[in-house]
């Protein structure tokens, strides 16, 4: 019986040692030389008031696009409302995906004081929510994403409150 052990238990210090030569070997076959890849943050964050005309320009890498607008972006956006209508506009030629987000609780509080509903137009898509859904929907969330992708013949979106996806939004217009 000692001896079945101790033969387990040499079999299993071989495998063990043998790890971390495969690993190695893994890495040093790959095309980069061995090295890890390593991703640049390409989030494009607004930390100033959005511009008059409602444009950001966003990087577009391996058809992706970001971006992040903080507490003080979203309430210059409150100066866009026209018509009842706040126009954003993701300028993000060659995107195949793009994804905003933004702090809920300031887009509430826009919301709120301008009665305007949201549209957000990039090359991928318009997408417009409604002024009852930014005043009650986003109301107790911390942070929303939108995200739209259109490749091939497929084509979604999603709208995301706190990490959570909103479902049957009542009045939300969504064009490709």
Do not use: C, H, W
Not at 7 to 22: F, G, I, Q
Not at 108 to 122: C, H, N, Q, R, Y
Not at 139 to 145: A, I, P
Request: zero cysteines.
């Amino acid at each position: 019986m000692k001896k079945q052990f101790i033969a387990k238990l040499l079999v299993l210090a071989m495998v063990l040692s043998m790890v971390p030569v495969t690993i190695l070997a893994a890495g040093a076959a790959s095309n980069n030389g061995g090295y890890y890849d390593v991703y640049e943050d390409t989030t494009v964050r607004v930390n100033e008031p959005v511009s008059e005309d409602g444009v950001i320009e966003a990087k577009v890498v391996a058809g992706k696009a970001t971006v992040s607008l903080n507490a003080k972006a979203v309430e210059s956006l409150a100066d866009l409302a026209k018509d009842g209508e706040i126009a954003l506009e993701i300028k993000d030629e060659g995107a195949t995906q793009v994804d905003v987000s933004f702090p809920a609780k300031t887009l509430t509080e826009v919301a709120k004081e301008t009665g305007a509903d949201l549209t957000i137009k990039s090359s991928v898509a318009t997408i417009t929510i409604p002024n009852e859904v930014l005043t009650n929907e986003f109301t107790n969330s911390g942070n929303v994403k939108i995200s739209a992708q259109a490749t091939g013949s497929s084509v979604g979106f999603s709208i995301q409150a706190s990490g959570k996806a909103l479902k049957n939004i009542k009045g939300l217009k969504v064009e490709f």
